[in-house]
């Protein structure tokens, strides 16, 4: 998809303009990008979801990133850019119901597995153990962790009425602190703190993959080649990082 095409189609989805001029430039340079993310997407999902639709969805991830983007944040445009850009594709594939509600709770009840399987252990489970958990084999679990490795861990872009996942005290204390901008920095500090201490008992190498992905923005594709893993397993293990954080985040908030 041009450029061109992209910011049209993305216009028509309800982009909107931007409050600067060159928002040309700007889908021009993460154009690329975004069509990684594309196709990296497209290889777990029905030959029915187009391409194109993925990438005009990133572009309105982009453009809405630009438009609420702030500075004061400490956060590089970048990295908040990739994360709406992302947000956005799964958006499109809920609205064409493919991620759907059951896989939103499949994914919450693969979270509260790892959470539980952790506190029982007193150590992050393996695989195996997840596996033997759900009763399923852990080939099953692989693939199952292969769809999810877009998922959010704040779970940011569910449904603000499903308030019954894995991160649901998250999201519902997030929905709250929007009405009261008064302690949404405080909020914000607590989740910051909260969310370094889970990811701080990670097993080492899916926290420094964690610290590869988000701090420094290596691609999967990078992070693989640096573990001696092809991309669809790093994918994988990106996955599982999520989940664990996420009931990590559920119990942490429940204590």
């Known amino acids: 998809m041009g450029r061109n095409v992209a910011l049209r189609t993305a216009e028509r989805r309800g ?12 889908v021009n340079e993460f154009l690329p990008g975004i069509r990684y993310h594309a196709s990296s997407l497209k290889l777990r999902l029905p030959q029915s979801i187009e391409m194109d639709d993925l990438v005009s969805s990133g572009v309105v991830g982009l453009l809405d990133a630009a438009e609420k983007f702030d500075s004061s944040r400490g956060i590089k445009f970048k990295t908040y850019a990739e994360f709406r850009i992302r947000g956005a594709m799964l958006d499109y594939l809920r609205e064409m119901d493919w991620f759907s509600r059951a896989a939103r709770q499949n994914a919450n009840r693969l979270g509260n597995a790892y959470a539980r399987l952790e506190a029982t252990l007193g150590r992050p489970p393996g695989e195996e153990e997840v596996a033997a958990d759900l009763k399923i084999p852990v080939a099953e679990l692989q693939k199952q962790l292969a769809l999810y490795s877009g998922l959010s861990v704040l779970s940011m872009d569910d449904p603000e009425d499903e308030y019954n996942g894995s991160a649901a005290g998250v999201q519902k204390a997030l929905s709250e602190a929007a009405k009261e901008e008064i302690h949404k920095d405080e909020l914000l500090r607590d989740l910051k703190e909260m969310l370094a201490k889970a990811i701080d008992v990670l097993p080492e ?17 990078e992070i693989g080649a640096i573990f001696g893993l092809g991309e669809p397993r790093v994918c994988q293990l990106h996955a599982q990082a999520v989940l664990r954080l996420r009931g990590k985040l559920r119990s942490q908030r429940e204590k």
């Open 205 to 221: 190498r899916e926290k420094q993959l964690i610290a590869l992905y988000y701090y420094e923005e290596l691609t999967m594709k």
């Open 15 to 26: 982009a909107k303009p931007l409050p600067f001029p060159d928002r040309e430039t700007l």
